[in-house]
């Protein structure tokens, strides 16, 4: 079974770093892509970026470039979402999703909350 | 960039129902265009893919057709399992940018 489990919720205060993971297992990890959701607080999704863990090529949303990155770990099958100073405005929950067009299948989304 | 317009943003209806969800793109997708179902605390589910294609193990009481910009999602009976948002999402521009709809609530009438 194709399954992608996504790390814990967090709270962290403004300014700090944070990496959330998505572990994939029950297929070749390295040939699909992985990319990275955004729903803020009653709001719609938003994509983040795509990474192709065979080479770690990646692609941002012009929206996300340079505000988050994106990278895996091939000998654990898993994929990262990093921050390095962390803003209110990025709490949300994020959403891991296998697939490089469309996302056939998703995390359970992991909750980052961002508060002082 | 490409803008996906969804309509309605909230849909009321009764188990039993046929219900009818719109998508728009703001120019022409081709076909590139998926649907998903997201229920809060679940992962997101896909159910469309190609514009009509029925992701594997989807109930065949969804369907979704279109092509160009205008797209529809249809849910032939309701089933209580089935009151949750619903967001259409392009891939035509891939590079730089995916874009999903707004989202559509469905809810229990």
């Known amino acids: 079974e194709v399954q992608l489990v996504q790390s814990g919720a967090e709270v962290k205060k403004p300014g700090e770093s944070l990496k959330i993971s998505c572990k994939g297992s029950?297929?070749?990890?390295?040939?699909?892509?992985i990319g990275w959701v955004r729903q803020m607080p009653g709001k719609g999704l938003e994509w983040m970026g795509i990474?192709?863990?065979?080479?770690?090529?990646?692609r941002y949303s012009p929206s996300f470039e340079g505000q988050v990155t994106i990278s895996v770990d091939n000998s654990i099958s898993t994929a990262y979402l990093q921050w390095r100073s962390l803003k209110a405005s990025d709490t949300a929950i994020y959403y891991c999703?296998?697939?490089?067009?469309?996302?056939?299948?998703w995390g359970q989304g992991t909750q980052v909350t961002v508060s002082s | 960039d490409i803008q996906m317009t969804q309509s309605p943003s909230t849909l009321s209806a009764s188990v039993g129902d046929r219900v009818t969800i719109t998508c728009r793109a703001s120019q022409s997708i081709s076909s590139w265009l998926a649907w998903y179902q997201l229920k809060p605390g679940k992962a997101p589910n896909l159910l469309i893919y190609k514009a009509s294609s029925l992701e594997s193990g989807v109930p065949s009481r969804f369907s979704g057709s279109g092509s160009g910009t205008e797209f529809t999602l249809t849910i032939s009976s309701l089933q209580p399992d089935d009151f949750a948002t619903y967001y259409c999402q392009q891939y035509n521009s891939y590079y730089p940018e995916i874009t999903f709809g707004q989202g559509t609530r469905l809810e229990i009438k």
């Open positions: 990474i192709y863990p065979d080479d770690s090529d990646t």
């Open positions: 999703a296998r697939g490089s067009y469309y996302f056939d299948q």
């Open positions: 029950g297929y070749r990890f390295t040939t699909h892509w």
